[in-house]
């Protein structure tokens, strides 16, 4: 007998249908418009809070019910939070938790789809709405504290809940200010229970700011048992109106993740901050020194095929393809029409009609498959991120590892014989073993390879790496290493150094636009003009002292800002503080005197010389060994 099973009576709300549960609830509760519901939940237990219709906030209460029967409460508390995790809310990662005032954690975040919410607040009160002139109104306070009254926990005049959906925000003049929510339709956020509690939420009633949108609706609860899974993530989106998608895991995940829970989101993947029998400073001086393996699955992957191929990308791309062999790689950049930067990358030319595009960011995907769109090229693009996930094996002793543990069919250049920004293909484990591309590139400053393979046979890869390395002192490398290395090799990182207002002159990438490239591309005389006419220049600088400035902080002569500090580091080699600054062409010869406001920017200035760079290997001997 086959029996269909379906949920009874699937409610709606207005227009929009009420989001099916993640997993089978225990409990599944409206919050109706304007209230609040209590509820309990048992250690271990998952509860979902989901904005149905977008735009509306709710402002979340729990309570350790061991200390309620004991005559105590214990609730939580946002001071505190904000105190042990340092940010302005938990998120889902490694400071995911909530705690009370005695710092006992109390719930922990799981999933997030929206990222913005409020801890700083209280929940709406009665004296708000009658300070605005509006007598009577609902709010969340009294609505707590008539929903908590048989617990004994006694009633507040604003209770300090924590504020889900809000888009409240602290401003450079220390302003605090809200605005309508990120949230959208069915988002919500699952926080696993780390205690028995009591717990309240509400749909607030705030009608005469921007808080929820100008429009009130419903909130739903769910309670999941503590048996369900849901594995960590943070929602994000590839365009505005795209679908949410969740952080993931790379096919690495299974050997980093047995290394070190000190991970964190970069660009839709949990990438490991740094492994926990080292640290940064550690894993720097083993790439320098040694070897190092670092999970880079978080590259953005595009394969564009096609007879059209080479002449699709020789008009989005600044260097000029049609120089570019079969087994070679080009780093370069695209840009927007205004010569602003849409992303830096690299191009493999995998044959006649075949490439495929390594960027840092979705955004060069979405660029290149609205090119598509709106050209008649024969041309065909896929996205690969998914199905192609990548290490980097960097340092002086990485071709020594590499070549214990990869054969290269006949006709393809071996490890030994692989040159720079070249690329050939071969296999871990003999003639029948686990496929891979190596390319001869890196992130580092140093003699390095990327491996890359399919994600199933992720783990094979890992292994073999690490046992062939063993004897050599290889070591698991982690972000907070690599942002060392690739500053001190004046290697520019994408959101700190560019982004789409910068061009590649102001991001010191200029060897990336030649001045002999023909054929017209996007972006090609918008960047002519700011050749000849430059405004600002990315340059080396030298910091007096150990005090490391902070990405953004402000470059001065005198009481003129000139420039902002791009990225900084303390070198551990060099023994000295390193920075990238974006400074005005006025400012921006070599020798010349600046400094970084600290503070205000004026009550403390760190002394900074502009130096050349790269900072270490400036002749790129290393990579080239």
């Not at 227009?15 to 099916?20: A, E, G, I, Q, W």
């Not at 000029?320 to 205004?338: A, E, I, N, W």
């Not at 698991?476 to 590649?504: C, K, N, Q, W, Y």
């Amino acid at each position: 007998m086959l029996v269909f099973i379906q949920r009874a009576h699937p409610r709606m709300l207005g227009d929009v249908s009420l989001p099916d549960p993640i997993a089978e609830p225990r409990l599944d509760i409206r919050v109706n418009v304007a209230s609040a519901e209590k509820f309990e939940v048992f250690e271990g237990e998952f509860i979902q809070i989901i904005d149905v219709q977008g735009r509306q906030c709710s402002d979340f209460l729990a309570f350790n019910r061991k200390a309620l029967d004991e005559g105590r409460t214990q609730g939580l508390d946002a001071v505190t939070t904000r105190t042990l995790t340092g940010a302005a809310y938990p998120k889902p990662g490694l400071h995911s938790k909530f705690y009370d005032q005695d710092r006992n954690p109390l719930v922990e975040i799981v999933q997030d789809t929206v990222g913005r919410h409020d801890t700083f607040n209280l929940a709406c009160t009665t004296r708000y709405y009658e300070d605005m002139g509006y007598f009577g109104h609902p709010n969340c306070t009294e609505n707590f504290n008539v929903q908590l009254r048989n617990y004994s926990i006694g009633d507040h005049a604003g209770w300090p809940a924590i504020n889900f959906f809000y888009n409240t925000n602290v401003d450079a003049h220390n302003n605090i200010w809200s605005d309508e929510p990120w949230s959208r339709a069915g988002d919500y956020v699952v926080m696993r229970a780390l205690a028995d509690l009591v717990c309240a939420a509400s749909s607030c009633p705030s009608d005469i700011d921007p808080s929820n949108g100008w429009r009130l609706t419903e909130i739903q609860v769910r309670v999941y048992p503590k048996d369900a899974t849901f594995k960590r993530s943070i929602g994000y989106r590839m365009t505005a109106d795209a679908a949410v998608q969740f952080t993931r895991e790379s096919g690495f995940h299974s050997r980093t993740s047995a290394l070190t829970r000190n991970f964190g989101e970069y660009r839709g993947f949990w990438v490991p901050h740094c492994f926990a029998n080292a640290g940064a400073i550690e894993e720097y001086w083993a790439c320098r020194e040694r070897a190092v393996i670092m999970d880079l699955s978080a590259l953005r992957k595009m394969e564009v095929l096609g007879p059209d191929a080479e002449e699709f990308l020789q008009g989005l791309v600044t260097r000029d393809v049609r120089k570019l062999s079969v087994g070679q790689v080009f780093y370069t950049t695209m840009c927007y029409p205004h010569g602003g930067m849409v992303d830096d990358g690299t191009l493999f030319r995998l044959g006649d009609n075949n490439f495929r595009w390594i960027g840092g960011d979705d955004a060069s995907l979405i660029w290149l498959k609205e090119q598509a769109a709106k050209s008649n090229f024969n041309v065909h693009l896929k996205t690969a991120t998914s199905e192609i996930h990548n290490v980097a094996v960097q340092g002086p002793r990485s071709r020594e590892i590499l070549l214990e543990i990869i054969q290269t069919p006949p006709g393809r250049p071996t490890i030994q014989e692989l040159g720079l920004f070249r690329f050939t293909t071969g296999r871990i484990g003999g003639h029948a073993g686990t496929p891979v591309l190596i390319s001869r590139t890196g992130y580092t400053g140093e003699l390095g390879y990327e491996l890359f393979c399919h994600p199933k046979d992720a783990a094979t890869v890992w292994d073999a790496v690490m046992a062939a390395g063993q004897p050599m002192g290889i070591q698991p490398f982690g972000f907070d290493a690599l942002d060392m290395v690739r500053i001190e090799s004046g290697l520019v990182f994408g959101g700190h150094d560019f982004d789409s207002t910068t061009d590649p002159f102001e991001a010191g990438i200029a060897f990336t636009v030649p001045q002999k490239k023909e054929e017209d591309y996007i972006g090609k005389a918008a960047l002519e003009k700011r050749r000849a006419n430059p405004l600002r220049k990315l340059v080396g600088l030298e910091i007096a002292g150990n005090e490391k400035p902070s990405h953004g902080d402000p470059v001065y002569v005198g009481r003129a800002m000139v420039g902002i500090v791009t990225s900084a580091i303390r070198s551990p080699l060099l023994k000295k503080t390193l920075a990238f600054g974006r400074v005005d062409v006025a400012h921006s010869e070599m020798g010349g005197a600046l400094e970084v406001g600290r503070l205000d920017g004026m009550q403390k200035r760190l002394k900074a010389t502009v130096v050349p760079f790269p900072f270490y290997d400036p002749e790129k001997k290393r990579v080239r060994m």
